[in-house]
């Protein structure tokens, strides 16, 4: 990271908002990591030109890339060598199709997609590139739409659309738990203005793989939340504020990052030992011209920094591959196509 960008935090650190209101200070400090790595990455052959990829997933040999850019939702590749192998969840009305973009996850072998248009998590058996009709569907409850979905126990921890933050679900689709706070700024006591500036389709989370713990960071600013998961409650553990998000006053009382807000984090990948996020820095402005992080960063479930890698080239989505020791990655070419890249995780 730049060094003036570093001095800039550390020097003036504190919330703006640009209100009525006056400002006031808050703590904000950049990580100091055990490992800073620069890293050259490698780049596979693909047959299928990317576009507009939302989201990256690893099963066996598998990337999932989920686009709204194809006839299908989701490519499949081949993460050996980039061949492409196969598009499913097709686009359409019918019998096992999908209208808009949905959410993917794994259970076991298991593949979930969260239609979000209908609320519905459909699950399909472990020969889903052959056999596109779910055999099961549930229904979720509780809010008119939701942005994120993970599992969690039986059941599963939703992003809704409105009002509240956090929802378990059981394995039915029915409510039983909820969270309702969000990071508290001085200048700002209105949770539903800090919601719609930071966390309204901005914000990214992970669940730890046995399920005592979840993440949540925000893509305006930088702040990463971790939180502990016990039945039907969620609490927060730690809250880490890297970078000051600043808000701009709109028409009736409405707020949004403005354009000189920091950039912070992304999709989010997380193992049970810890959790990786991309991390970019740069201002809304900039990132507007280039849409890339430079980094990933990594820290532990207590929220100890632990490594930062430096991406030559930049990344758009990434998924951890533990089996390999890898991080794939899409990022784009000189053509401006997006394209696959991976580097090993104990890259010197």
Known sequence: ??????????????????????????????????????????????????????????????????????????????????????????RGRGPGEYTMTVNIFFLGDTLCLFDRRNLEVNFYDSNFISNNIPYNQITLEGASGFFHIVPYKQGFITVPTKDTRFIIHDKTGTPIGKYTHYPSFEAINDSSIVREALFTGSDAIDIKPDHTKLVSATFAGAIIEIFSLNGNTISLNKEIRLLPPTFLKLKNNRYRASNESYVGFWNIQSTQEYIYLIFSGKTINDFKKSPLGDYIYVYDWDGNPIKSYKINGGVNRFAVDEAQQRIYFVTFGQDGNEIIGYFNLNTD
């Open 1 to 90: 990271m730049r060094k003036s960008l570093t001095i800039l935090v550390l020097t003036f650190a504190l919330f703006s908002c640009k209100s009525d209101k006056n400002t006031s200070a808050e703590l904000y400090v950049m990580p100091v990591f055990k490992q800073k790595l620069s890293v050259t990455p490698k780049y596979i052959n693909k047959d299928k030109p990317l576009r507009d990829i939302y989201s990256m997933h690893i099963h066996k040999d598998y990337l999932l890339l989920r686009s709204f850019a194809d006839n299908n939702l989701i490519q499949l590749f081949n993460k050996n060598n980039g061949d492409y192998i196969a598009g499913i969840a097709p």
